[in-house]
């Protein structure tokens, strides 16, 4: 990764309503890669949102704070 961005920049591009490639944690500890994802809802106080995950259509619960990678760029706080 090449360059890095703040994690509110990441939320500008999660909420702009495009398509974006994201890497997380899940729960275990495993990194969930998705390659063509959306954001459907954000919940400000839960700190967490739902995306749905192209072409499967799976809809996933993330919370930001474990979001390190969108668009090949690495996210920190």
Do not use: Q, T
Request: net charge positive.
């Amino acid at each position: 990764m090449d360059k890095s961005i703040h994690i509110s920049k990441a939320l500008d591009i999660m909420n702009s309503g495009k398509r974006f490639s994201i890497k997380f944690w899940a729960r275990d500890g495993r990194i969930i890669e998705a390659k063509e994802a959306e954001s459907l809802r954000y919940d400000f106080y839960g700190g967490w949102r739902n995306i749905k995950i192209f072409p499967s259509k799976e809809i996933r619960k993330i919370r930001d704070c474990l979001i390190f990678s969108i668009n090949g760029m690495e996210v920190f706080l």
